[in-house]
């Protein structure tokens, strides 16, 4: 463990990236002690601009303030990336380990319909899914979980692909395993790293796809998020320009930030790539 | 004395901060005349190879870089020229031949084109000319309808004619020096035979200084004229070849022949009669599968095994004998279990097993054990020793707490600190981690043990320890031995009885000693003719 932070520390990006998310989570669990009211109640003048009328980011057109916004909706971002993103993991280890370790027509069968979700922009498969099931949260997490599986099933496979002639799952036969244990025990294991890397990844593109749905009116109305924001303060963005803005840079910085995590992650799980530089 | 080529003076490599050693080469001495072959031998991370690239200007920088000393080459110290002195030199004055010419050869590059960009880059000649000139050196390294190869792609030939292709490539211009890092190591001993003839001849003819870089004492005896052989770094002994082989002085040396299995066989072993395994005319075949929906051309089917029978008695130790491509590991695999075979059987003390499906198998798993021949590859990386080596007995129904006090005895036995247990595999080295190979398939207490070229890819000291190893087990615990090899030396050593096996047939079975004293069929003639250092007598040396 020491060990993996040694490595990891050393892509000082990485450190940085690290450092946000945690401000991030602390602002987010800390949301009620600083602004225990309720994010969508109206607590002022509308349209005051940041640092007017006791707002400190300003307030939209209804009066609500803009910096309670940002920090409630943290909760809402981060929860949903986090939960889709394990999600559609779940679902992609499953596809691709069996795609992976029997082949055949088992394997043409999955990846066939792999290819189905991939052929579909995930972006508007995922408004369809939504404007179907009614937005809520569980609807938002089960369409982007649906929208971003593939990537992962398909690397799961290849890495399947790969472990599972390699001589010390074939001597696991030899001792009579059965194919469960042998995928869960043995091949699992050892294509963790790269799922954790193109995790945290999705962690981020979940943010956004959450983001873009509460844009388009498709969020939770009763939850705050960052897009919602944005959604409300889209129309008045050349007059009221702080509506649209701090939510947007938020979930910049976030994205970003879990982005450097990812990349951190590989140099640090994957050293031997890092070393031809 | 002819002309002095090359001369490498107290030349220090530095290794990165961190390493288990400050140095890769330590106060090395060389010199190369012109015609002369010298051969620089060792294990692995003796610094054999960096010798070499140094000499082409080719250390991995900048980790590994040279710390102190000079390469002379023509009166210019190659550690201090410019880079573009390098490029210049390279190719044209020193050229080098690696380990594996799949990799070694650009995949997306014809054979022709990769002759025609040395002279591209080295010499004006026009295109006809330069084509002219590659038809001449492939011809010249005896590779078969050259203006066909000229055209080809690098898997489009066999591992022996990208090999010479590389050859003709290095010899392209007329280099004063040749290196070859381990030229002939990925090859099969009767191509290795003709690699070697070939690179005697060509040098004979350019009057080429050699600088062959080997682990293989017996490819030093076919091709030496002088040789020095390096330890951890250092250069512990130079010599004539005569002297370093028949007469080492350093004990290191010494150890390193005395490791070398002879290539005189055992005596046989008063057969049993009792037949533990049998395969009554197994075959299998590869690659005649359908595409999905019956679309697109069916692929080209493969023989690898042709009615192949065989007899194991108990005690024993049969080797099966081949070159890669003979179809000997997939015979194993069929025996053991890992692929289906299509048609024959195979009978485990009686019982035919070949239509058995896993379920069945199960209860058979702990009479027919193997050994793996990557101790890299062969253990999980991410589970404990102790957990690889009891997990065996806990499937066939072990209680937890013996599997574990077997595990501990397991480990005793292959020469293991018992309280490995607890270790992962990266903390060990291949010959260890080949033990543990071995103690994993001890562990379900087989009848039969399936060995899978379980040293060839162990230095050659540390064969000898599991070569020993195995015989010691195989002793102690009345084990049948089924052993894959492709080297004839380690047959000689341990097997009583040998099947020799070419294009996925067996040509030639019976024992060991008589088989070697008098082949009959021409491919063992032929392999026996191939294996390096063969007129080289061990047994005189002190």
């Keep these: 463990m020491a060990d993996f932070w040694n490595r990891y520390k050393r892509n000082r990006m990485a450190v940085l990236g690290l450092f946000i998310i945690v401000l991030i989570l602390i602002m987010a669990s800390t949301a009620s002690l600083f602004y225990p009211d309720d994010p969508f109640r109206l607590v002022g003048k509308p349209l005051s601009g940041p640092l007017e009328n006791g707002f400190l980011l300003g307030s939209d057109s209804l009066g609500r303030d803009v910096a309670s916004g940002i920090v409630h909706g943290a909760k809402t971002s981060l929860l949903i990336g986090l939960i889709a993103t ?6 992609g280890i499953f596809f691709g380990a069996f795609a992976g370790y029997y082949g055949g027509r088992l394997d043409d069968f999955l990846m066939r319909v792999t290819e189905i979700f991939q052929t579909i922009p995930s972006f508007v498969f995922a408004i369809l899914l939504v404007a179907i099931m009614k937005p809520s949260i569980s609807s938002i997490v089960i369409a982007i979980a649906v929208v971003s599986w593939p990537g992962v099933a398909r690397l799961v496979r290849g890495e399947f692909l790969s472990l599972k002639n390699r001589e ?15 995928m869960l025990r043995e091949i699992l294991p050892n294509c963790l790293s790269p799922i954790i890397v ?13 983001s873009g749905l509460a844009f388009l009116g498709l969020g939770d109305p009763n939850i705050m998020s960052w897009g919602f924001q944005i959604g409300a303060g889209r129309t008045m963005l050349r007059s009221a320009w702080w509506v649209c803005t701090f939510p947007g840079i938020a979930i910049l910085v976030t994205v970003l930030a879990i982005n450097l995590i990812g990349e951190g992650l590989n140099d640090a799980l994957n050293p031997r790539l890092k070393e031809r530089q | 004395m002819k ?7 107290d030349l220090s490599i530095l290794l990165p901060e961190g390493s288990d050693r400050q140095y890769a080469v330590q106060n090395a001495d060389l010199k190369l005349h012109a015609g002369e072959t010298v051969c620089v031998v060792g294990e692995s991370g003796s610094g054999k190879s960096l010798t070499a690239r140094a000499v082409m200007g080719l250390l991995p920088a900048p980790h590994v870089r040279v710390g102190s000393g000079e390469i002379m080459f023509g009166g210019q110290d190659i550690t201090k020229v410019s880079n573009e002195r390098l490029r210049e030199m390279r190719g044209s004055e020193i050229s080098m031949i690696f380990q594996e010419p799949m990799t070694a050869l650009n995949p997306v590059m014809s054979i022709g084109d990769q002759i025609d960009e040395i002279f591209r880059y080295h010499v004006s000649m026009n295109k006809k000319e330069r084509v002219e000139k590659s038809i001449r050196l492939l011809e010249d390294v005896n590779l078969p309808d050259p203006s066909r190869i000229i055209n080809a792609y690098p898997h489009e030939l066999s591992g022996g004619q990208r090999q010479r292709s590389m050859i003709a490539m290095a010899l392209a211009l007329g280099p004063k020096i040749l290196i070859a890092d381990e030229p002939t190591t990925a090859l099969d001993v009767t191509t290795q035979a003709q690699i070697l003839e070939l690179i005697k001849n060509m040098q004979k003819r350019l009057d080429t200084g050699v600088l062959f870089i ?5 490819v030093v005896a076919d091709i030496a004229d002088r040789v020095i052989v390096m330890q951890e770094g250092k250069i512990v002994e130079t010599g004539t070849a005569r002297q370093v082989l028949n007469k080492p002085k350093h004990a290191y040396t010494q150890s390193l022949i005395a490791a070398i299995p002879r290539l005189k066989p055992r005596q046989a072993r008063k057969r049993s009669e009792n037949i533990v395994l049998r395969t009554d005319d197994i075959s299998k075949s590869f690659g005649s599968g359908i595409s999905f929906f019956g679309l697109g051309k069916g692929g080209r089917e493969v023989k690898a095994v042709q009615k192949v029978n065989i007899e194991l ?3 024993e130790t049969l080797g099966i004998v081949g070159e890669s491509g003979s179809g000997k590991s997939t015979l194993a695999r069929c025996i053991i279990k890992l692929m289906e075979s299509d048609d024959g059987r195979i009978e485990l003390e009686g019982v035919d097993i070949s239509k058995f499906d896993r379920k069945n198998m199960r209860s058979h798993r702990k009479r027919i054990q193997m050994v793996f021949q990557d101790p890299f590859a062969s253990l999980n990386p991410r589970s404990r020793i102790g957990d690889i080596i009891s997990q065996g007995p806990i499937l066939q129904g072990a209680s937890k707490e013996d599997a574990h006090e077997n595990t501990r005895e397991l480990l005793d036995i292959v020469g293991l600190d018992p309280r490995s247990f607890d270790r992962f595999p990266h903390e060990f080295s291949g010959g260890q981690r080949q033990r543990i190979g071995i103690a994993r398939a001890l562990a379900l207490k087989p009848d039969i043990l399936v060995a899978d070229e379980p040293v060839s ?13 195995l015989d010691k087990i195989r002793k102690q615990m009345d084990l049948s031995m089924l052993f894959i090899t492709h080297d004839l030396r380690v047959a000689a050593q341990v097997c009583d009885n040998v099947a020799v096996m070419q294009y996925g047939q067996v040509v030639e079975t019976g024992p060991t000693a008589k088989l070697f004293a008098n082949p009959k069929h021409e491919y063992t003639k032929a392999l026996l003719a191939a294996v390096p250092g063969k007129d080289w007598h061990f047994s005189q040396v002190k």
């Design chain 2, 214 to 218: 080997t682990h293989d004492f017996g």
């Design chain 1, 168 to 182: 010390f799952v074939q001597a696991c036969h030899t001792l009579g395993m059965g194919d469960m244990s042998i």
């Design chain 2, 313 to 315: 008695r108990k005690g």
């Design chain 1, 198 to 210: 193109i995790g945290s990844l999705m962690v981020a593109t979940a943010i956004l796809i959450e």
């Design chain 1, 86 to 91: 394990l999600v559609s993991i779940f679902i």
């Design chain 2, 3 to 9: 002309n002095l080529l090359l001369s490498i003076n």
């Design chain 2, 457 to 469: 890819a162990l230095d050659v000291s540390i064969q000898a320890q599991i070569l020993e190893l």
